[in-house]
């Protein structure tokens, strides 16, 4: 499938930076005309591996969170999410609705579980002590 | 960001714009700082000009229950956008009924 669009992004592992690259990519997607609700679903699905990077991979030190997206000529976003931080020992756990490894920051352990059921497909790649790439994949409607 | 209003026993706080896990944390330090201090009976939480919320508002409500628990008060979060309700829908808060 030819790609129609592509984007890179890089920024500092910062907690600020979360409202940015959600923003930064809605506003990639936006030449689609995605309806209100497909871009709030992949803002939403952003923001949570983006915060997973920051509070998770880097464990809320200093990092770098890369972000890739293209848009396909079949109107799907492919939006890699990729930080270099601790990575995870067993992906298939982390997946689980309500499991976290922070529940006194308040995490709910839900980021996974939203991720997919706002996006349509949620893939996951990681290798402990070299990081972790989520890729989200979600077709905007012609 | 917040505006809170205490009457009658019942601390409210109108929550406005983005709760991501940047700002939940500063909603969280403002949000117990005011019950900390009132202690209050109904901590109640209003979500109607949120406009983005992601699981780190799941992770706040959550959290606001443990505390009014702690004090001896309740929780209550209305004027849900709908969009927003559905990740309220996957964490198992409405077994709390909290929600309104």
Known sequence: ?142 | MLQTDYHDNVLTAYIDGEIDHDAAARLRTSIDGAAQSLKPRLLCLDFGSVRFMDSSGVGLVMGRYRQMKLIGGRLRVVNIPDHIYRIFAMSGLEGLGVLR
């Open chain 1, 1 to 142: 499938m030819k790609t129609k669009n592509e984007m890179k992004l890089s920024f500092p592992s910062k907690s600020c930076n979360e409202s940015f690259a959600r923003a930064a990519v809605a506003a990639f997607v936006m030449n689609l005309d995605p309806t209100v609700e497909e871009l709030s679903d992949l803002k939403t699905a952003v923001s949570e591996a983006v915060t997973n990077c920051i509070v998770h991979g880097y464990r809320r030190g200093a990092g770098t969170v890369f972000i890739t997206a293209k848009i396909f000529e079949d109107n799907r976003v492919v939006v890699k999410i990729r930080d270099r931080g601790c990575g995870i020992e067993d992906v298939k756990q982390a997946m689980q609705p309500l499991f976290t490894t922070a529940p006194d920051e308040e995490r709910a352990g839900l980021g996974f579980a939203v991720m997919q059921s706002f996006c349509d497909a949620v893939r996951v790649s990681s290798k402990p002590q070299k990081g972790t790439t989520v890729t989200l994949e979600k077709y905007i409607a012609v």
